[in-house]
């Protein structure tokens, strides 16, 4: 079954880092493109960034920008999400997704939890 | 304060029917046939049930369906059992982000 599985997450400082990871399996990776979406606790979901299959295109909500870094690597089916400059704001459970199509989110992990706090 | 807008909650009786709706802009719903839904269970991933506004992936029963006018879509669940209760999440490619979430509806089966 296609699937994907993140870990990284953890409790970190206001101001602090963490790199979060998304291993992919039982699907040619490189195929599609690859989305990191999160959930604020009791919140919606809120689409954070994407990446194309080669890499060469990165998008980023206007909170991401300048502080998160997405990235890939195929040839280890994974994808990562680097998150600096965190704030308490940024506290959620992160899934990494694949898009098929536009606007479709077909494969969705089953999320890390990042906790920003002091 | 989420892109696309949603009912908060929505409800029915098992076997009733039930349309959640979602809302956007020409820049979103309104401007593509790029209109998905996702179903969430509590402490679960998020799960595709409608893509490109009325198609079904393979194991979503029928009794899920999606449709479009303007810059409104919506999501109607016939026959409703008591696993269809769930938070509800509508999404859209948009012109400004390939992709925007409305707020989520809770589907309660009383």
């Known amino acids: 079954e296609v699937q994907l599985v993140e870990s990284g997450g953890g409790l970190v400082q206001p101001g602090g880092s963490l790199r979060l990871s998304c291993e992919a399996s039982l699907f040619t990776f490189s195929n599609f493109w690859m989305n990191w979406v999160r959930q604020a606790p009791g919140k919606g979901l809120e689409w954070v960034a994407n990446i194309k299959q080669d890499g060469s295109v990165r998008n980023y909500v206007e909170s991401a920008k300048g502080r998160f870094t997405i990235s890939r690597d195929n040839a280890k089916s994974s994808l990562y999400l680097h998150l600096n400059s965190l704030r308490a704001e940024d506290t959620a459970v992160y899934y990494c997704a694949r898009a098929w199509v536009p606007g479709t989110l077909e494969v969705w992990g089953q999320g890390t939890m990042v906790t920003v706090s002091s | 304060q989420s892109a696309l807008t949603q009912p908060p909650s929505a409800s029915g009786s098992p076997g009733q029917s039930v349309t959640i709706s979602c809302t956007g802009t020409?820049?979103?719903?309104?401007?593509?046939?790029?209109v998905s839904w996702y179903q969430q269970h509590p402490g679960k991933a998020p799960k595709l049930m409608i893509y490109?506004?009325?198609k079904r992936p393979s194991g979503v029963p029928d009794r899920f369906s999606g449709s479009k006018s303007g810059n409104t879509a919506s999501l109607s669940v016939s026959g409703l059992q008591a696993e269809d209760e769930a938070d509800y999440y509508c999404?859209?490619?948009?012109?400004?982000?390939?992709?925007?979430f409305g707020g989520g509806t809770r589907l309660t089966v009383l």
């Open positions: 999404g859209s490619h948009s012109d400004i982000y390939p992709m925007v």
């Open positions: 020409s820049s979103d719903v309104g401007g593509y046939n790029y």
């Open positions: 490109e506004v009325t």
